[in-house]
């Protein structure tokens, strides 16, 4: 069973002048590939805490995915970071090279050849013809903040994380979660394989509640629903998909 953390880097984030789109982007893909994110944490332009919590992911997750801090600027350091806090020596990839020449030609500068430089262990992962091949380095995926670039190179390499998907019923309610909630702490208790949600609606539909269960064993989930449907009543219970 596979899992993730996420963290995302910028100074711009934090300080409001930059909506993260690339943490939701990568939950939802990661999630339909059955790889369960943990962890999401967004972190300063600052190196040591870039290393220290890159290095604590590394550890905790199967996969770590970085975003943001790769450019050609004085604030993009994570790629320096990390090599850092894994003592590993930083090298000019050639491959990179070649990418940043042919899309920059003899306009690339010394800010560009920065962008170049990967610590030592580091693996090149080719996902689109013409583009800067994509950097793994142990189990971390370092990505570019810009969304379009995320998303670019996260779908030239998605099927690699593929593994037991996970699946989900939803049960939608017109109930209040007060009724409700000693049911789901039995379903919970007899079920502990569950992953069990209640989501209140206020206005705009035509429920009160959403119910979601999420496991990785389609036979367990379909008993675990069966069950929390026994203890609810029948009347509350609008519709099971």
């Keep these: 069973m596979s899992n993730a953390g996420i963290i995302i880097v910028g100074n711009e984030i934090l300080s409001g002048k930059v909506t993260d789109k690339n943490s939701p982007y990568l939950c939802r893909e990661l999630r339909i590939l059955g790889v369960e994110v943990k962890e999401i944490i967004t972190i300063p332009d600052t190196p040591e805490v870039i290393g220290k919590t890159v290095m604590e992911f590394s550890r905790r997750f199967n996969w770590v ?43 690339m500068t010394d800010a560009h050849r920065r962008m170049a430089m990967i610590p030592e262990g580091s693996e090149l992962i080719e996902y689109k013809k013409g583009r800067p091949p994509q950097l793994q380095f142990h189990n971390i995926f370092i990505f570019p903040g810009i969304p379009e670039f995320l998303k670019m190179r996260f779908s030239g390499i998605r099927e690699r994380f593929r593994t037991t998907p996970i699946v989900m019923k939803q049960i939608f309610l017109k109930a209040d979660e007060g009724d409700i909630a000693a049911s789901l702490d039995e379903t919970q208790g007899a079920f502990p394989e569950i992953q069990l949600g209640s989501y209140p609606k206020i206005s705009g539909s035509d429920y009160n509640v959403k119910l979601t269960l999420e496991c990785r064993d389609e036979e367990y989930l379909q008993k675990a629903c069966d069950f929390l449907c026994e203890l609810l009543r029948d009347e509350s219970i609008l519709r099971i998909n």
Aim: charged share 15%.
């Design 65 to 107: 995915f970085t975003s943001g801090g790769i450019g050609p600027t004085l604030d993009d350091l994570t790629v320096a970071s990390i090599a850092n806090a894994f003592g590993a020596n930083l090298y000019e990839s050639p491959k990179i090279m070649e990418a940043i020449y042919s899309y920059r030609g003899e306009n």
